[in-house]
């Protein structure tokens, strides 16, 4: 029983094992009739089910000691029926329960739209499905359909995909085309060199019964064996009677950006060609289900055959007689209709892709086909069998490829481009040359020598394979279009997620009232606005998608995405919390999708995961790694655990434990304060917020996780440091303290230093701290906390009484709201709600436009096209309005005012 609970850490202190063990006991001897009356309701993202069986993999919450850690679950769809159903921890309440559990089956398409989880205490064995054999050379997983080999060493991470023991692929090997510079617009070229991916680690990290997950690490090397280059992590994913594989695909930038210039990267498939070529078949995905589909010999020409209705059978994908079976005329026409070697689609940006193909490679391509944006998939085989790669993201993630080479042999490859080499060179480099950027004062730009790079960022892709043993039809590629962009997603409802309670202080929608009607549509309006916006500014690309502008310059009609530290976001004021805060409570597809491609582009492009700044991420500027201020705010697990908990996400998840001790060491070998603060006798610098804060949450995440209560004492060493410090959270100048990252302590750098940063609140610190709060349950922290919100922003008279200092700490505007509230939540306090509202309402004040989202359509001929616009928008604004106000109505809804100016504002 304690070996499934304490798996995954194996260094325990033996204190936390024995209370462990208590725990556990006292958990046994408790009435299990909770669990059984404990049935969770699950749904569909979006309510719209699979068209063809799947596997899928989410998380559930449980409230503390319900749920036992060595409980079985039994899963039901809608009509009754008992499904598989496989489950692991993801977290763990403090006293040992399970907080979240990570659950996979797979799902028919006739087993509806609801289901129901209920978790048991013993439950009858699942009967494994998968059978997975590791040996010293290989992994061979057998789905019961799919057999897959994986080998443990070499450049190819499959050696074998067969279907009921029929061979799909051959092989399939991770390739990189590296360019040696930039490219030159007269004269000689750089050279160009390939580099294939060798493996360095094999690890079977699920085995059965329903699932299984294989992770496999390495390097790419070049074909010379003169370098290795861009690490890479691959994930694959298998389900029970599948013939699915899902790769989740993940590289890490290890150039140097002045001559790295990656050309093509991707992933190589080799596909057996068995039949003869006008058997063989191409089908590339479109836009709207549309599909280009064509034979490798089109059975047309001037002459038709003898029988007409041949042709059409073909096109269908339908078996085709034998050459031998036709007469000597038909079999003149196949011996002189042209038949097409080489294909491929290419998408060069957001809104067109480009279909060519040729006959050999000493003829030239002819367009074949052309359209928008295309869903990114892709079979090469034959009526006995081929394979079908799906890319999510595809034309989001421009500019992509997928190509099929040498279809007429008797090994064709299939290349799932996620760049493509028939687009520009990778260019990584900063925009600007300037040493030290263009300062803080006149572009808000933070550049400082040597630190504006992308050495260490990371861009994770995700790829659905498809194994048959036919042409599949369009019906069924549609299908997998859906899946393999779509990933379908159970999920419990917002009402249940709400009571069990996770993730802190956040509310459900009310529209009871006009106030709170109003806000509600505020919020609606606020998503709908950025919805639009990704597309209106095409905020799409390899290296952008996920991510949002920071400010909007109104006389140009554009986010400032040419000035310093304006342009891309990098979660400043966790726009991300907003997205994830909105879904919780909403359970809306188009805010989950969202909140999704920010979580993937804020965790792998805005962080380092090697080199010199490993754990730390780059504050927003004009390329994603510009600015020179590296910080643990940007890295940090808060950001990422919504995605991890409701999905399961394995890369999430690494990411998350990364930053747990990468992050604590950066900081000590980066003074964040270090262009601001002399060195002190402390080994570095950290600010309570967002640094040491953003540190808590890590730990937080990883106690939970694992159990370890290492990770809890962390937290409490800085706790009580801050406790016999004289103004406690405050007890720093502008809120800097000196640190240890190797004892965790926290030092008042002077006697009389007090003082607070913004940037303590506006950086996932109160998302934090709300749900820290409980599971410590540490007086001195209730306390700490309980002060900071009573005090921070209010008048200097308040802040004298409390510490005998007339000094000012913070502000008490709106994106400070949510402290008054939690202080008035916990006191009963009234006037603090009152307090609360008035600041977030900005009473008193005027108005203010830019939390109005009122869309109005802006067109001139200045601008390149219309667009919508809202008036003074700002997404620092906009992600800490809808923060304060999706907390303030769960911590003192019921004292929100009857009526305000405000509430009579109508949005067109």
């Known amino acids: 029983m304690l070996q499934k609970f304490i798996f995954k850490k194996k260094h325990w202190k033996l204190g936390t094992i024995i209370t462990q063990i208590i725990a556990i006991i006292c958990l046994i001897n408790v009435k299990t009739t909770a669990q059984d009356n404990s049935t969770v309701q699950l749904k569909w993202l979006g309510e719209q089910t699979p068209t063809i069986a799947t596997g899928v993999s989410w998380g559930v919450p449980f409230k503390k000691g319900e749920v036992l850690p060595e409980s079985d679950f039994t899963l039901k769809d809608s009509k009754g029926k008992s499904m598989m159903v496989q489950n692991w921890p993801l977290a763990f309440w403090p006293d040992g329960s399970i907080k979240w559990v990570g659950l996979s089956t797979v799902v028919e398409s006739e087993s509806g739209s609801t289901f129901q989880l209920q978790p048991n205490v013993k439950t009858d064995n699942i009967t494994a499905n998968i059978l997975v054999t590791e040996n010293d050379e290989s992994v061979h997983i057998n789905t019961g359909v799919l057999q897959c080999e994986i080998p443990r060493q070499g450049s190819k991470i499959i050696t074998s995909l067969k279907i009921d023991n029929q061979e799909i692929s051959s092989g399939g090997e991770l390739v990189c085309i590296l360019q040696n510079g930039p490219a030159k617009e007269f004269g000689v070229q750089p050279e160009k060199e390939k580099f294939i991916g060798k493996i360095e680690k094999v690890t079977v990290e699920q085995s059965g019964p329903v699932r299984s997950v294989v992770k496999i690490e390495g390097n790419h090397i070049s074909t010379s064996g003169n370098r290795s280059f861009l690490p890479f992590i691959i994930r694959m994913y298998f389900y029970s009677g599948q013939q699915t594989v899902k790769i989740v695909h993940t590289i890490i930038y290890d150039g140097e950006q002045n001559k790295d210039f990656i050309r093509g990267l991707g992933v190589v498939f080799d596909i057996p060609m068995n039949e003869e070529l006008h058997n063989r078949h191409i089908r590339f995905a479109g836009e709207n289900d549309g599909f280009w589909s064509e034979p490798i010999q089109p059975m047309i020409g001037r002459r038709p055959l003898t029988d007409k209705e041949m042709y059409a059978k073909q096109l269908n994908g339908d078996r085709i007689p034998q050459r031998e079976t036709f007469s000597t005329r038909e079999q003149s026409l196949l011996d002189n209709w042209a038949s097409w070697n080489d294909f491929k689609l290419v998408q060069a940006n957001a809104d067109g892709f480009g279909i060519q193909k040729r006959t050999n490679d000493q003829s030239a391509w002819i367009n074949a086909g052309s359209g928008g944006r295309s869903s990114g998939l892709v079979f090469a085989g034959d009526v006995s069998g081929g394979l079908t790669a799906c890319v999510r993201n595809f034309w989001q993630s421009f500019p992509a490829a997928l190509e099929v080479r040498d279809a007429k042999t008797d090994h064709a490859k299939l290349k799932v481009w996620l760049w493509s080499p028939d687009g520009p060179e990778m260019d990584m480099r900063h925009y600007d040359t300037l040493a030290w950027g263009h300062s803080l004062e006149a572009s808000y730009e933070d550049v400082q020598p040597g630190f504006s790079t992308p050495t260490g960022v990371g861009r ?449």
């Not at 859906?482 to 009402?495: M, Y």
């Not at 004021?573 to 804020?602: C, Q």
């Not at 965790?603 to 510009?626: A, I, K, P, Q, T």
């Not at 570095?684 to 809890?712: C, F, I, Q």
């Open 460 to 908: 994770t892709s995700e790829i659905l394979l498809f194994a048959s043993s036919d042409v599949p039809t369009i019906e069924t590629l549609n299908s997998l279009v859906d899946i393999g962009n779509n990933p379908p997603l159970l999920l419990a409802s917002p009402e249940y997620i709400h009571t069990v309670p996770v993730f802190g202080a956040w509310s459900l929608p009310d529209r009871s009232t006009k106030a709170k009607q109003w806000i509600e549509n505020q919020l609606d309006n606020a998503f709908d606005y950025y919805q639009l916006e990704v597309e209106q500014r095409k905020w799409y690309g390899f290296w952008d998608y996920g991510d949002v502008m920071h400010a909007y310059d109104e006389d140009r009609h554009v986010w400032k995405y040419d000035v310093g530290g304006f342009a891309w976001d990098n979660s400043e004021l966790v726009p991300n919390m907003w997205l994830w805060y909105s879904f919780l409570r909403s359970g809306s597809k188009d805010i989950f999708r969202m909140a999704e491609a920010m979580t993937r582009h804020t965790g792998e492009v805005d962080v380092y995961h090697l080199g010199r700044f490993e754990g730390l991420g780059s504050r927003h500027n004009v390329r994603h790694w510009g600015d020179g201020a590296k910080e643990v705010r940007i890295s940090q697990a808060a950001l990422s655990r919504f995605y991890y908990y409701l999905t399961s996400d394995e890369r999430t998840g690494d990411l998350m434990r990364e930053s747990v001790e990468a992050s604590n060491h950066a900081i000590g070998e980066l003074d964040p304060l270090r262009l601001i603060l002399d060195k002190s006798e402390y080994p570095t610098h950290a600010r309570m917020g967002p640094d040491w804060l953003a540190l808590v949450g890590n730990w937080m995440t990883e106690w939970e996780r694992t159990g370890d209560e290492s990770y809890k004492e962390r937290i409490l060493t800085g706790v009580n440091s801050l406790f016999d410090m004289p103004y406690g959270l405050f007890s720093g100048k502008e809120a800097a303290m000196g640190y240890d990252p190797s004892t965790y302590k926290l030092y008042q750098l002077d006697k009389n230093d007090i003082g607070f940063s913004h940037l303590s609140v506006l950086m996932g610190g109160p998302e934090v701290a709300f749900e820290l709060t409980p599971l410590l349950e540490s007086k001195e922290w209730n306390e700490l906390w309980l002060q900071f919100c009573k005090l921070y922003g209010q008048p200097v008279e308040t802040i004298e009484k409390e510490f005998g200092k007339s000094v000012k700490l913070g502000d008490n505007t709106l994106w400070y709201a949510r402290l008054p509230a939690y202080y008035a939540n916990k006191t009963g306090k009234l006037d603090w709600a009152e307090k609360a509202w008035d600041d977030f309402l900005d009473r008193g004040r005027g108005e203010t436009e830019n939390t109005n989202f009122d869309m109005k359509l802006i067109n001139k001929p200045v601008i390149l096209s219309p667009v919508y616009e809202v008036k003074g928008v700002s997404t620092n604004n906009t992600a800490q309005w809808c923060l304060n106000a999706i907390e303030l109505l769960e911590l003192v809804g019921d004292q929100i005012p009857e009526d305000h100016p405000r509430f009579n504002q109508k949005n067109e």
